[in-house]
């Protein structure tokens, strides 16, 4: 009975042992894993919220309408392509610029954004966030919105004085495949998140989001279409 007693224990022991030597193996791949995620996490470097250069801007929700049509949920991150390819041509860039439309240099911009988008509109998607700035003046509406981006009879643009109909530049719908939104933030909401204190102010955005150009760094509103040139030449569209 005592020898049966010895040989269930050795069988035992042994057991265990093996079952040490599972256990200790599999803590090894787990603890090599997790250095693994840990090693990932340290040398990949965040991609910053921001507005200058290279760095991700807050994102833009809200209403939004093109031209002669009804407003719609817009979401500014969700037209991002996360993977784009570096490829300058696989996908369209974004142009987006705060204006307001009681805002005397909007009024002379406007002129300057048709013409981009007449020249860019094959490679480029058109943002115009529609701000109020907190200045006397500048009380805008939807309304004058609308009538700002489809250049229609409205009195009350550039700081109510004149009509939105005659405004410098065509109306802002849209050429050679070009998406030319227009976003209400009348509360001022993306302008703050963004932290700028007038407008216009101009960027352009890679495919991916990340800031490529920032007129308040790059020499202004004015500077945007040679930007686009630099890096599309003569073929936007």
Not at 21 to 28: K, M, P, Q, T, Y
Not at 62 to 79: C, H, P, Q, T, V
Not at 197 to 222: E, H, R
């Amino acid at each position: 009975m005592m020898k049966d007693d010895n040989a269930s224990l050795r069988r035992r022991l042994l057991f265990d042992q093996a079952g040490d030597g599972r256990l200790s193996s599999f803590l090894a791949v787990v603890s090599v894993f997790f250095i693994g995620l840990m090693f990932i996490a340290v040398s990949t470097d965040p991609v910053k919220i921001g507005v200058n250069k290279g760095e991700m801007p807050p994102n833009i929700t809200g209403e939004a309408r093109i031209a002669n049509s009804a407003w719609f949920s817009f979401d500014l991150y969700a037209k991002f392509n996360q993977s784009w390819d570096g490829n300058i041509t696989t996908d369209r860039w974004f142009v987006v610029e705060f204006m307001d439309t009681d805002c005397p240099y909007c009024w002379r911009d406007a002129e300057t954004m048709s013409q981009i988008d007449a020249q860019f509109g094959g490679v480029i998607i058109t943002i115009v966030v529609a701000s109020e700035l907190n200045i006397p003046g500048h009380e805008s509406s939807r309304k004058e919105i609308e009538a700002f981006q489809d250049k229609t009879d409205f009195e009350g643009c550039y700081t109510g004085k004149r009509n939105c109909a005659d405004r410098p530049g065509d109306i802002h719908q849209g050429s050679n495949g070009n998406l030319f939104y227009y976003v209400e933030d009348l509360p001022g909401k993306a302008l703050s998140e963004w932290n700028l204190q007038g407008t216009p102010t101009c960027f352009l955005l890679k495919p991916n989001g990340l800031v490529a150009f920032n007129s308040a760094q790059d020499g202004g509103c004015d500077q945007l279409g040679l930007k686009l040139y630099e890096i599309f030449g003569s073929g936007g569209n």
